[in-house]
């Protein structure tokens, strides 16, 4: 038994550390990521991206990453690991992992650094997002157009900007259809518990909505809206499995390009620290297939999206008004400005719910 | 279908995985041994018993590849406080975390694969009745075992002899031993018995509750069936009422939330534990011997004198 232990101890010490290599003259990447890889969402997907700068770059490069990383000061030791053991470039996948990607780089100024989601920049520290919100838009046009009770289901998380300015997108595009359109919005208050997702998901289909929309992690809603013979979207990656007959289409999230083109720029030594804000014209955001639609409705998807790839459309245009009726200031110009859409906190005009924490 | 019987359907499906699990650990602690592996046993029943049912296509045999992972992690757990008597506190908290992480491991081939929900019962006739119909008649297979088990450790405790030395042996190991019970014995069932429910507990999730598995998907789970039992007062029948409670409460605020109350969402998510303490308050208050409902013995280790 005692020995079993220690072998147990030994490959959990060895499955924590980044095991050091010797082949010196490669450039080694980092990765954090707050959950597993097999999550089939989130941290999925920066796996993938992980896994082409490996394909791309082959023996140029060599990669690391930890999972299940908890966000928060404790992530501190895995990233300062990560700086110790010899890795160039760490990329830090979660919001959460901040404050303590920014100490790390500031401990360690010839190392880089790339936080994904966060606001904060340093020499060596650049940052990275996705302009979810233009697939949002989308997922609003086709949602109403399904509908038949006209009334959308919406899974939340956390009420932060990035979940509301989702919910702002969706109904701006939804309006555009049906401008009655009603939305019901559910805070599990979790990023992931398949559980409660599910449970919630329940709730909006048996409250009447009938198109079932989430920014939490997991397809447990896609499989409840099957099981229910309603339409839903899936989150972060193409949950189409799940729901063969009810994914509508899904955001997926693609930071392959991105890290190709970072890991690159590092080879030849031409990293600089920026601040990146893709969408679906760079490809960090993109459509799953438009499915179980109509071709109309398929039509009217494929030609928003183009128009938003060629810059015509933009979802937040001015005006955009406040729950109150009354048009937000626009900073923007033509369109509200990034810093309005990356800190949102006022719900527009036609949701009828009270924003979280007002 | 009306909301009202959606509501119910719900809840029972939310509370059936915390009733199970918090079944097998009430026995256990009623031996005296406090077993916190719960999450970890139920992470991996949720893995072994996904593989089984994707493997051979049956939920019934799936739910027995939960129970018997549930019975291997706690004799895990059994051999090093029951045969070494290490630290029970440390001891389960070590069995969290070998089970969420050798969950990962054997749920790793299986991310992404669907299985078939757990079949519901169906009475012609009786299931077709309005409300109650769907509500009674109409479970899966866990639902009703859950009740069942219930009743049957109700029976086993209170009105076996067997029962009563499980009793003896929680509340007073070393008179037990001196009347001749073995209860090393007694405790090992006992502490296998809570494994198997907890792994039963957690395969729910995965075969009936959401049909897919994902690493972590009991979420916390097992520490809240933990919490039923204190709230419970280790009494089964306070068990199924702790337990729905639970369970309503969360479904509750959900429809609260999607009928637009407008109370703070973070307030609503934190209702059930609310709920649960202030129950609990009240339950104390009115006992007399209020906090004595413990097993005397429970957590401390028994080394029998040689």
């Known amino acids: 038994m005692k020995k079993l232990l220690v072998t147990a101890v030994a490959a959990l010490a060895a499955a924590a550390t980044a095991l050091p290599v010797s082949a010196a003259d490669k450039l080694k990447v980092g990765f954090i990521y707050v959950g597993p890889v097999g999550d089939f969402g989130w941290t999925y997907q920066h796996e993938v991206g992980r896994q082409t700068i490996v394909k791309e770059f082959g023996d140029k490069i060599e990669t690391t990453y930890l999972e299940n990383v908890s966000e928060g000061p404790d992530s501190e030791r895995s990233i300062e690991q990560l700086a110790r053991t010899g890795h160039q470039l760490i990329f830090t996948t979660s919001f959460g992992f901040m404050d303590p990607t920014v100490k790390v780089a500031k ?3 010839k190392i880089d650094f790339e936080h994904a989601t966060g606001y904060k920049r340093a020499e060596n520290l650049g940052i990275y997002s996705g302009r979810f919100y233009e697939g949002r838009y989308i997922q609003g046009i086709i949602a109403a157009k399904m509908s038949k009770s006209g009334v959308l289901g919406y899974i ?3 009420p932060i900007p990035e979940v509301i300015s989702g919910i702002n997108a969706t109904m701006l595009g939804a309006q555009t259809v049906n401008p009655n359109i009603k939305i019901k919005i559910i805070w599990v208050n979790t990023w992931f518990d398949p559980g409660k997702e599910a449970d919630a998901a329940k709730a909006l289909a048996d409250q009447g909505a009938d198109i079932i929309m989430q920014h939490t992690d997991s397809p447990a809603a896609m499989q409840v809206a099957a099981q229910r013979g309603i339409y839903a979207f899936g989150q972060d990656s193409d949950m189409i499995k799940f729901g063969p007959k009810t994914q509508l289409t899904a955001i997926i999230n693609n930071w392959a390009p991105y890290y190709v083109r970072q890991v690159k720029a590092k080879l030849d030594d031409k990293w600089k620290a920026e601040d990146t804000w893709d969408g679906l014209k760079e490809k960090m955001v993109m459509m799953a297939p438009y499915t179980n639609m109509p071709d109309d409705v398929k039509k009217m998807a494929e030609d928003t999206e183009a128009a938003i790839i060629a810059g015509t459309l933009h979802p937040f245009k001015c005006p955009v008004l406040g729950q ?3 048009p937000v200031e626009c900073k923007g110009g033509a369109n509200l400005d990034a810093g309005q859409i990356l800190g949102m906190n006022f719900y527009v005009k036609g949701i009828d719910d009270k924003f979280p924490g007002k | 279908m009306g909301l009202f019987e959606a509501i119910v359907l719900s809840v029972i499906a939310a509370s059936t995985p915390l009733l199970l699990a918090a079944a097998g650990e009430l026995v256990t602690e009623r031996a005296g041994v406090l077993n916190l592996g719960v999450e970890g046993m139920m992470i991996m029943g949720a893995a072994c018993g996904f593989a089984g049912a994707w493997i051979t296509g049956s939920t019934f045999i799936g739910a027995l590849f939960g129970v018997a992972a549930g019975v291997a992690l706690s004799a895990v757990f059994a051999v090093l406080t029951l045969g070494l008597a290490v630290n029970q506190v ?7 975390i070998l089970g969420i992480g050798a969950s990962g491991l054997i749920g790793a081939g299986f991310v992404g694969e669907r299985i078939s929900p757990a079949p519901h019962l169906n009475i012609p006739g009786l299931s077709d009745l309005p409300v109650l119909g769907r509500i009674v008649f109409n479970q899966d297979g866990f639902v009703y075992f859950s009740i069942l088990l219930i009743a049957g450790i109700w029976w086993f405790l209170y009105r076996t002899r067997g029962g009563l030395i499980l009793r003896a042996v929680g509340d007073n190991h070393t008179s037990a031993h001196a009347l001749g019970y073995p209860v090393l014995k007694v405790r090992l069932y006992a502490v296998l018995f809570g494994g198997a429910c907890a792994g039963l507990g957690g ?6 509750y959401t ?4 690493p972590g998907m009991t979420a916390g789970r097992g520490w809240i069936a933990l919490a039923l039992v204190v709230f419970a007062s280790w009494r089964p029948t306070r068990l199924v009422a702790g337990a729905y409670l639970f369970g309503a409460v969360s479904i509750l605020q959900l429809h ?5 109350i407008g109370i703070p969402s973070q307030l609503m998510s934190s209702l059930p534990y ?5 129950v609990l308050v009240l339950i104390s208050r009115t006992r007399a011997s209020a906090g004595s409902a413990a097993p005397a013995s429970l957590g401390m280790a028994f080394v029998p004198d040689r």
């Open chain 1, 107 to 109: 401990k360690y100024p």
């Open chain 1, 156 to 158: 939340g998380s956390f």
């Open chain 1, 324 to 326: 109150d009726g009354k």
């Open chain 2, 90 to 96: 440390a001891t389960g908290l070590a069995l969290t």
């Open chain 2, 203 to 208: 395969a729910y999730l995965p075969l009936a």
């Open chain 2, 211 to 214: 049909p897919f598995f994902i």
């Open chain 2, 256 to 260: 609260a939330q999607g009928a637009g």
């Open chain 2, 274 to 278: 609310l709920a649960t303490v202030i």
